[in-house]
């Protein structure tokens, strides 16, 4: 090969994606994850919720602070966005979230491929399965856990998960699409809306 023959394009190392962007439907509101506006994002939040209700000012200071509580505790585990749903379906409430989560790459340590984490977590009892995005295969994880009252204005039921890992294209690192509800009866019915929504990912170059 001489000095003036560029390699195929396919052998190239590229560089990784300078962001993503994903689609919601109508009714889900985002807040990034950062201290310095989260705020508005939630004081917003709060007052659709509460649209029409004027005698509630203990509710709405509740909610605030959840939400709030939520957003440190997502930006500590290195979440970069969270999306709520205000959605109903004839009046009644379709809660749900979306984080999004960056896993970057750990100095030394080669990560594991998608099909290894599956077998991880299948191991653990979960339900997992690989699924096929325009941004890339990637492992989807259903899982549940018991309720946290306090990061959930008092709910006690069990929340059902449904989590999508991407390898982050021509790097080391993962993005984690965590979906999660309380409505223990709507989950599967939910599931095929988040999927919906976490196939509307693409990179950005």
Do not use: C
């Amino acid at each position: 090969m001489t000095e003036d023959t560029a390699l195929p394009v396919q052998d190239q190392q590229l560089p990784p994606p300078r962001d993503y962007r994903i689609a919601t439907p109508e009714g889900w509101e985002r807040i990034v994850l950062n201290p310095e506006a989260w705020d508005a994002s939630i004081a917003r939040i709060v007052d659709k919720q509460f649209k029409g209700v004027d005698n509630a000012p203990h509710l709405k200071a509740q909610m605030r602070e959840s939400l709030a509580a939520q957003a440190r505790q997502a930006l500590a585990a290195g979440g970069l966005e969270l999306y709520l749903s205000l959605m109903q379906a004839a009046s009644v409430p379709l809660p749900g979230s979306l984080l999004v989560t960056l896993i970057p790459p750990r100095p030394g340590r080669t990560p594991p491929p998608l099909d290894d984490l599956a077998t991880a977590f299948a191991a653990d009892g979960d339900d997992v399965r690989m699924v096929d995005f325009p941004a890339g295969p990637a492992l989807r994880r259903r899982w549940s856990e018991a309720a946290d009252a306090q990061q959930q204005l008092g709910n006690t039921r069990p929340v059902e998960h449904l989590d999508f890992h991407l390898a982050v294209p021509y790097s080391e690192a993962f993005l984690v699409l965590s979906f999660s509800t309380p409505m223990v009866e709507l989950a599967e019915a939910l599931d095929g809306l988040f999927e919906s929504i976490a196939s509307t990912l693409r990179w950005l170059r």
